[in-house]
């Protein structure tokens, strides 16, 4: 009998003592409502492994489908590449009927519908590209029970007519996917998404999963509103992505840069983002003239146009797609490794579920925005376009909180996650330009000190390029018109560029020193901080500009690149034959593993993530024959048995006694003290319980990013030995926290407790 009085209330996770992982219990506390939830999770691990080739769940999926399968409404935001249509599609294989998911992108559904049947799931979708003859197939086998999961569109969602007959049929869940279309705070608002709520009331007690990744805390609370979700489950995840790089260009010779970056990247495949359809076409034509492989997309190509490019672009046979912000919501292709704005896209929302598009695999991946202040007025015009006023001012204050970003000199992920309401964890991410390669600070006071005297001169507020003409000493027109060639101030900055001058009004307003009035065309204003610098009380520095063409990513690369492509050969051979993507045999990912483990076995390729029994019966043996041929197969890197030989060092009382004060709610410091042992003792006798499956919460033990780095260096290094560990991971972490992930990963893998003597009944 469980005693959910013992459990600590911070908790989430109870594993019963036992070799066995996967026969876990998962006990959850719901914030919107005290009470736990006790669910049996072995069927939903044996069900990940089967059909979609993973072994464990990305961070927050397991409480998500704990609370899908105890019938509770969900609210998640999940950063794209976390795994979101997971938290769904796996409830409905488990739970009776059939689940009902709402996606507003028609080449998406057809594309996870076409995954999910590779995976021996039966699924389908009704939309308007579905003619009536394949309607009729999909509607019998609703009414007999034979498909698990049904993709629709908002539309189909919203018609009496489907409602009427969905409340005839076994329905399982409802999932709404890009949820963030139904709120007028997102900034993908779609008014049919507003009618969702009718299916819910048409089907009370059917749980209602609302996923996005893109979402505002005022986003979130309206979805949860709007689609009526009865005391939700909010599951918040981060918006942090290590896999991918941020960097902002000072847009110089756009295209130069653009090829310089290209050039390094020839087998990446990529999307370049563009404003207008004219530089769509035209961008795509020049890059194809300088030898890359690139087509356009927008919407003024015909249909069966843009259809072929997506087609050939998920087939790897075209590498470059450029396009208008019309593309890619609906491509599902996981291999994409880099993400290019040539433009500055509408807001940081557009700009981070468009990067979002890279590295979906997991994979490093390069997120880049060519950026120019002259890129502003062009957004203006389409927020200008709009109807509602209120809508104009919230899309310039979108606007504004974009350039402030592009303009900014700290962390790009730290600034991007605050922006959604997320706190960065302490240190900087270390891969975006800010953090590994810091603008110069220089002492700006008397260059401040010229621009605010001349803002304070002019007779009106004028916009930061007319300051940095009078500060030039501009003979424009304007300026001799309005009499400024005879202020104080015409003509005193002429050291600096104009570029220059507009930068630092531009900073000076981000640093307080000035401030800025208006929307569409904003001006420059004096502040409260201003007359410090006049007055010579504060000295104020800025940042240099830097105008370095791209860097390279951080290539995802393997410790045998032959392999690797050779894999891909495969992969493409076996993909063509059957006319579906090549990720849809197996993601780079999953090819990088099987470089890294090189099996030789079904069952070591079964070990291997992303390798399902269905792919392993469908392709195993094409895959284990290309590895073998590779000479260094039998090189002990495979990690398959890594663990080490020998018992438990420490005796079975000792072991005892840790445990019992571990269960009394003791930290490791607590127990060392009370025993008076050191903690580096309690902690190897920690690491000795987890070890044999006694249940000792590694999430109390170590901080989950630290848990995923020490994972992520395991695999990396294909080694378990502490000291080479510790190398690679350095002072930041333990050896404790070394030791309790390590065990947890070989308990988990079922290397330890073989053999009866291993196993010490406590």
């Given at each position: ?373 002259a890129d502003r007025p062009r957004v203006s015009y ?87 003409d009078v500060l030039r000493g501009s003979a424009s ?150 590895i073998t041929r590779s000479p260094r197969s039998e ?128």
């Open positions: 009998m469980l005693d959910i009085t013992a459990l600590p209330l911070n908790g989430f996770w109870y594993r019963p003592p036992g070799r066995n992982p996967a026969a876990a219990m998962i006990v959850s506390l719901n914030a919107a409502s005290p009470e736990y939830i006790i669910m049996d999770m072995e069927p939903a691990y044996r069900a990940l492994k089967k059909y979609f080739g993973f072994s464990s769940f990305l961070p927050h999926q397991e409480e998500i489908i704990a609370h899908i399968l105890d019938n509770r409404d969900v609210m998640a935001v999940i950063a794209t590449g976390g795994g979101k249509s997971l938290c769904f599609q796996l409830p409905a294989l488990l739970k009776p009927g059939t689940a009902i998911v709402i996606s507003p992108l028609i080449a998406l559904m057809k594309d996870q519908v076409d995954g999910l049947r590779e995976n021996g799931v039966p699924a389908a979708f009704l939309n308007s590209t579905v003619t009536y003859d394949r309607r009729r197939e999909t509607e019998a086998a609703l009414r007999a029970g034979t498909l698990k999961i049904l993709y629709v569109s908002p539309e189909k969602a919203a018609q009496p007519g489907f409602i009427s007959f969905l409340r005839g049929l076994s329905v399982s869940l409802i999932a709404v996917d890009e949820a963030h279309c139904i709120s007028q705070w997102g900034h993908e608002f779609r008014p049919e998404y507003r009618q969702i709520v009718g299916l819910r009331r048409a089907l009370p007690g059917i749980p209602v999963i609302a996923l996005t990744a893109t979402a505002t805390p005022a986003v979130q609370l309206d979805i949860t509103d709007q689609l009526q979700l009865s005391r939700p489950f909010i599951s918040l995840g981060s918006f942090y992505r290590p896999n991918l790089t941020y960097e902002i260009l000072e847009k110089r010779n756009a295209y130069a840069q653009l090829v310089h970056y290209l050039s390094a990247h020839r087998k990446d495949s990529g999307i370049i983002y563009c404003t207008s359809k004219k530089t769509v076409d035209e961008l795509a034509d020049k890059l194809n003239r300088d030898g890359f492989s690139a087509r356009p997309y927008h919407a003024g190509l015909q249909k069966t146009l843009r259809a072929e490019t997506q087609d050939r672009f998920i087939r790897d046979e075209t590498r470059i797609i450029v396009a208008t912000i019309a593309f890619g919501m609906g491509i599902d292709k996981p291999d994409v490794r880099f993400v290019i704005h040539y433009d500055l896209p509408r807001d940081l929302e557009h700009f981070y579920q468009e990067t979002g598009r890279a590295g979906r695999d997991g994979e490093p991946s390069d997120c880049i925005l060519l950026y120019s202040p389409f927020i200008d376009r709009m109807e509602s006023d209120i809508e104009k001012r919230s899309a310039y204050r979108r606007l504004d909180a974009l350039v402030a970003y592009c303009e900014g000199t700290g962390c790009r992920v730290e600034a991007l996650l605050s922006y959604f309401g997320e706190t960065f964890p302490p240190g900087r991410c270390g891969r975006c330009d800010s953090c590994t390669n810091p603008k110069t600070l220089f002492d700006g006071t008397g260059v401040a000190a010229e621009i605010i005297g001349c803002v304070r001169e002019l007779p009106a507020a004028y916009g930061a390029g007319y300051i940095a027109k304007k300026v001799r018109e309005r009499g400024d060639a005879d202020r104080r101030c015409f003509g005193s900055g002429k050291s600096h560029s104009r570029e220059d001058l507009v930068a630092h009004i531009r900073e000076l307003v981000r640093l307080g020193y000035l401030g800025q009035l208006g929307d569409r065309y904003p001006v420059i204003v004096l502040t409260e901080k201003s007359h410090a610098v006049l007055t010579g009380s504060e000295r104020v520095f800025l940042s240099g500009r830097v105008s370095s063409p791209g860097r390279r990513a951080v290539a995802a690369g393997s410790d045998d690149p032959g392999l690797f492509d050779r894999l891909r050969r495969l992969r493409k051979e076996l993909a063509d034959t059957e006319e579906i993507p090549p990720y849809m045999v197996f993601s780079d990912a999953t090819l990088r593993e099987m470089v890294k483990r090189r099996p030789t076995t079904g069952t070591g390729l079964l070990a291997v993530r992303g390798v399902g029994e269905r792919k392993l019966k469908k392709y195993g043996e094409r895959f284990l024959r290309e090189k002990a890197l495979s990690g398959e048995c890594p663990a080490p030989a020998g018992k438990v060092p420490f005796s079975r009382d000792t072991l005892r006694e840790t445990r019992d004060l571990y269960r009394k709610g003791l930290t490791l410091r607590e127990i060392a003290s009370q025993r008076d042992l050191t903690e580096d003792i309690v902690g190897a006798h920690l690491e000795s319980l987890i070890l044999v499956g006694e249940a000792i919460s590694l999430d109390d033990l170590v901080l989950p990013e630290k848990q995923r780095s020490v994972r992520d260096a395991l695999r990396d290094s294909g080694s378990y030995d502490l000291k080479v560990l510790k190398r690679l991971l350095g002072d930041r972490y333990s050896w404790n926290d070394i030791r309790f992930v390590r065990a947890a990963v070989l308990q988990q893998s079922g290397e330890r407790g073989k053999r009866e003597e291993d196993n010490l009944p406590l």
